[in-house]
């Protein structure tokens, strides 16, 4: 299908947990590396439905921040039943919204909008196709899977839906949704930079780090602001050679670092350069966020994750994945890291052997789906239908 010609293409985004604006960031640097005429503008949803940033004057800070600082401490509990009062809060705002969007729509006049949140998409695509009929809407799942009802798939919408799972196609058929609105990934998006990287001499880029070239060495992640649990995690593995990579969290990282350990550690605060850290790891522990999960296997690394009432509820589905796909182990606390780690180190070329199989290629293959559904959003009616190529796997 040739190129869609200069158009102006909006990816929406939000902070909380950082992924969303992470895959937003994934798919514009893609959009450009594949040289596509596009102007890609990211949307901040926040910032158009709060523009005189009310919230952060009433409260000190954003609404995200407030999201990321629980993740931080690891206050996640009970965050189920807080995503049916946030659901029903938009549903009962829904007409309002929909007129705030529909102003920002007839102003800024995308010609494709792609949103990477969840919850919204009702009253984004709703108000898109009031405010500018024709003009296609595109939800892309950053989640494994979707978290029912109405996180990602909305049933009867007519949203197109990215999926990077056969799970999340499966969801998308059982929601009613047509064939040539469902497009198939190989995973996740994640950045250019886990597939890019250059081999390393492992052994003396440990040694300049002082961590021991032979032991086997795990890497800490738990997202850009890392998570308390880490430190329970230190403390139980203090014979296990780790990297804990803290992001901006430097309240946890001090406390890491001053930790004793009978094993070399190397405590990180933020850094992009997280995919050469991994190619220095043998192994991933942190929770079964979509992102992380990807970027390990990506580099061939195991995980080892957990899977409890604590776990956030659209992420409960990736502990189930990482089974199913024998990429690692699922614990149900981390209590057990000890004794998980020791399983992990046993089966390590097993578990490697399974990650190294995985060929997760969505940061190339969104950016072509996104350029056919243009060109069909371009074609008169009858040509469009025909031309529709449904699912992409």
Known sequence: MSVAPDRTVDLVYFNAGGGHRASALALESAIRRQGLPWKVRLINLREVLDPRDSFRKLTGMDPEDVYNKRLARGWTLGLAQELKLLQGMIRWGHAALARQLQQHWLRSEPDLVVSLIPNFNR???????????????????????????????????????????????????????AEDRIHATSGMLIRSAFYETQPIDRAAERRRLKLDPDRPTALVLFGGQGSKAMLGIAKRLADTQLILVCGHNEALARPLRALPSRAPKLVLGFTSDVARYMQLADFFIGKPGPGSLSEAVQMGLPVLVVRNRWTLPQERYNAQWVREQGVGLVCSSFVEVDRAVNEMTRHLDRFRSAAGRMRNRAVFEVPTILNGILARADMPQGEAVQGAVGIHR
């Open 123 to 177: 009253v984004l695509c709703e108000s898109l196709a009031s405010a500018l009929p024709g003009v296609p809407f595109v939800t892309v799942l950053t989640d494994l899977a979707d978290h029912p009802p109405n996180f990602w798939i909305e049933p009867g919408l007519g949203q197109h839906l990215v999926c990077g799972s056969a799970k999340a196609v499966q969801q998308a058929r059982a929601a009613g949704c």
